[in-house]
């Protein structure tokens, strides 16, 4: 089993800036990808952004050239650094890791944060 404890979100006006952490945790073997995705209410979630374990990155477009993941390996970490905010960021994000546990290392499984919320005014 792996957790995934998020931080960092909170209330911030439009073009303000937010860091979110994730780190994970448990019986890990492995993790591949870690990301970050988001939900608005009513809405479908939503990819915002993942990272491979090699550095590769992936950005939905709408956050493109505001956003920046990043990944401390050694910590099992990953960052979202959100600047230029906009109201339309508004949602609950999601940490996600795509993760091996030990004892099931033959499995990779998505595991996910319980959500921290980002609320920007305008």
């Known amino acids: 089993q792996v957790q995934l404890v998020e931080s960092g979100g909170g209330l911030v006006q439009a073009g303000g800036s937010l860091r979110l952490s994730c780190a994970a945790s448990?019986?890990?073997?492995?993790?591949?990808?870690m990301g970050w995705y988001r939900q608005a209410p009513g809405k479908q979630r939503e990819l915002v952004a993942t990272s491979t374990s090699g550095g590769g990155t992936n950005y939905a477009d709408s956050v493109k050239g505001r956003f920046t993941i990043s990944r401390d390996n050694a910590k099992n970490t990953v960052y979202l650094q959100m600047n230029s905010l906009k109201p339309e960021d508004t949602a609950a994000y999601y940490c996600?890791?795509?993760?091996?546990?030990?004892?099931?290392?033959?499995?990779?499984?998505?595991?996910w944060g319980q959500g921290t919320q980002v609320t920007v005014s305008s």
């Open positions: 996600n890791a795509r993760a091996r546990a030990v004892g099931s290392m033959w499995s990779e499984i998505n595991y």
């Open positions: 448990g019986s890990i073997f492995s993790i591949n990808a």
